[in-house]
């Protein structure tokens, strides 16, 4: 019975030997990714003249554009030109969003910024032209659909180019798998491939 509770507690121990250092690497992860939040926010007051709602407003996606490696300055770049263009409130939100989803398909956060940026500024544009009125949800909603337009023409063209990869080192897209699937850990073929060893079976 002694034996059967010390063993227990050894177990014990050593599982929250473990636990304790996770919790604080943790928790000093939360510490860090706070004080960046913070930091953003301070910088958006002071140099992009944002109120303290107006920030408050968009503070979820603030957070979404840091956990997705977004730097401050490449965000605050994106917020300073939708301000002076009078993108604030739900539009501002939309704005932040695309971002984001710009750099969860593979962008890097300058990418993304310009990305959005652009289609932002060319939609101004358009409306301009055409001396059309939208609300921040219509305006948003239009500048989605270039994101999402840009993207998806970015996707196809990167696979295109995969696939000219492909022919050029004269093999079908599908055939790439079952080439690797006929290459042994060291590169050489395996039985079955077509490529002789160089020795005879003596048949």
Do not use: W
Request: charged content about 35%; some cysteine.
């Amino acid at each position: 019975m002694k034996n059967q509770l010390y063993r227990c507690l050894i177990i014990a121990g050593i599982i929250f030997s473990f636990l304790i250092p996770a919790g604080a690497i943790a928790q000093d992860r939360d510490r860090t990714h706070d004080r960046d939040l913070i930091e953003l926010k301070q910088q958006l007051r002071d140099q992009v003249r944002l109120s303290q709602e107006e920030i408050d407003a968009v503070d979820p996606e603030l957070r979404e554009c840091l956990n997705l490696k977004g730097s401050h300055v490449q965000i605050r770049e994106m917020v300073q030109a939708a301000v002076q263009n009078n993108c604030k409130g739900t539009c501002l939100g939309e704005m932040l969003r695309n971002m984001n989803r710009a750099m969860s398909r593979g962008l890097s956060d300058k990418e993304a910024q310009e990305m959005v940026t652009s289609a932002m500024r060319e939609q101004i544009q358009d409306l301009e032209q055409k001396r059309l009125q939208l609300n921040d949800k219509e305006f948003g909603d239009r500048v989605r659909e270039r994101i999402e337009n840009r993207l998806t023409e970015r996707e196809q063209m990167q696979k295109r180019m995969q696939e000219k990869t492909m022919e050029h080192e004269g093999m079908h897209p599908m055939d790439r798998g079952m080439d690797q699937k006929r290459l042994g850990p060291d590169g050489s073929g395996t039985k079955g491939s077509g490529n002789g060893s160089g020795k005879g079976s003596g048949r």
